[in-house]
């Protein structure tokens, strides 16, 4: 059984910092795609960033590059988000992902590709 922990939300002000950890006492991180995605009220769950097994790879979605950062640590079985200049429209749910079934070169950013997910972690942005 697998189980991904998300934690670090919380609310900021616009132009602050948060940073997001995704945790499991499953299945270790090692050697499969981890990744982020964020949900807002009333939007689908949208693709954030994702990292390969390595660290080496990452891919962001337009509207955070630059401004997030992914990384993870196997030995810990910890994945991060660290956001930066953070947004107002950056305000959703977000979710670890593991791609536990994925062995292709590239770094997926479809949801179905991804098998288990983490219950979610508020972010809220204001003004």
């Known amino acids: 059984q697998e189980q991904l922990v998300e934690s670090g939300g919380g609310l900021v002000q616009a132009g602050g910092s948060l940073r997001l950890s995704c945790t499991t006492s499953?299945?270790?991180?090692?050697?499969?795609?981890m990744a982020w995605f964020r949900q807002a009220p009333g939007k689908e769950r949208d693709f954030v960033a994702a990292i390969k097994w390595s660290g080496g790879g990452t891919t962001y979605t337009d509207s955070v590059k630059g401004r997030f950062a992914i990384s993870r640590d196997n030995a810990k079985n910890t994945v991060w988000l660290q956001m930066n200049s953070l947004r107002p429209e950056d305000t959703a749910v977000y979710y670890c992902a593991a791609a536990y079934t994925y062995w292709g070169g590239l770094i997926p950013t479809g949801r179905p590709v991804y098998d288990v997910w983490g219950p979610g972690t508020q972010v809220t942005v204001s003004s």
């Open positions: 499953g299945r270790a991180f090692s050697g499969y795609i």
